[in-house]
């Protein structure tokens, strides 16, 4: 069975930044797309970014030149950098492979 945890949110500061993990078991991982997904309050889950399992990423517009997705396949961890956070950010960061999600990371951007 595939599972996802995520981790690494928590308060921070606009302008500061933080590093998501996902550890995902349950199979292998390096043949698939991993992502990242948010949901922020009062609106829809929307996606942030992707690692191809070819190499390629792909970034939202909001996310693009902020963040950086990466991935160990040795460890099956998707990893999430955000640099210069805003408020706008604050959401719940979740993680994607296939049908499975995570159960979610609070960011919160806040002075």
């Known amino acids: 069975q595939v599972q996802l945890v995520e981790s690494g949110g928590g308060l921070v500061q606009p302008g500061g930044s933080l590093r998501l993990s996902c550890a995902a078991s349950?199979?292998?991982?390096?043949?698939?797309?991993m992502g990242w997904y948010r949901q922020a309050p009062g609106k829809g889950r929307e996606f942030v970014a992707i690692?191809?399992?070819?190499?390629?990423?792909l970034y939202s517009d909001s996310a693009k030149g902020r963040f950086t997705i990466s991935r160990d396949n040795a460890t099956n961890t998707l990893y999430l950098k955000m640099n210069n956070l805003k408020p706008e950010d604050t959401a719940i960061y979740y993680c994607?492979?296939?049908?499975?999600w995570g159960q979610g990371t609070q960011v919160t951007v806040s002075s």
């Open positions: 690692s191809g399992y070819l190499g390629t990423t």
């Open positions: 994607n492979v296939l049908q499975y």
């Open positions: 349950g199979r292998t991982f390096s043949d698939v797309n």
